[in-house]
């Protein structure tokens, strides 16, 4: 298989973790975000939106979106598990996981940031937006997670919940936001950070980092 990312998307260091997880080796192709390389023609041919991560599996099927990866990858890998078992709890799960990668993520990507300054704010109102974005959401985490058993964001092991905050979380420190106010937040990352998958999907451990 090849997973086609660049080393900071936070989209692409999700899927990353769930095959770390998972125990699959992937030949990894990076694209420059800020250099436009996934602009490229042969690039799109791939993936029309024109994003990462795209999984090239190998059949030469290609899938797109991270949570629709991550899901693929659960359902054809299944141990260990990224989902409870029990529905209200799937639910849960998945609501938390899109709560950041369909409500937060999106909305303060270096699309949107660029888009902010074209329409003529400086890049610090770029960043005070990210950094809002990234505060509201993670506050909306906090609470969904609060009442749930840990040490990972929904009981002892973890799941496309926590797959999800750790790179939103990186996302928070890049545009300065105080993360110590997500106490049970920051007990999930703790938690997950002391397992190699998702150590080694940091992007300062991906070979394309700078």
Partial sequence: MKLHGYFRSSAAWRVRIALNLKGLAVEHVSHHLRHGEQRDPAYLALNPQGLVPT??????????????????LDETHPEPALLPKAPVERAKVRAFAQA??????????LKVLNRLRELGHDGDAALAWAASVNVDGLSACEQLAANNPGPFCFGAQPSLADICLVPQLGNARRFK?????????LQAEGAAMELAAFRDATPGRQADAE
């Fill in 100 to 109: 950041i990668a369909c409500d937060t993520h999106p909305v303060q990507n």
């Fill in 55 to 72: 999984l090239v599996l190998d059949d030469g099927a290609v899938l797109t979106q991270s949570l629709a990866i991550i899901e693929w």
């Fill in 177 to 185: 936001v105080d993360v110590a106010q997500f106490p049970r937040l």
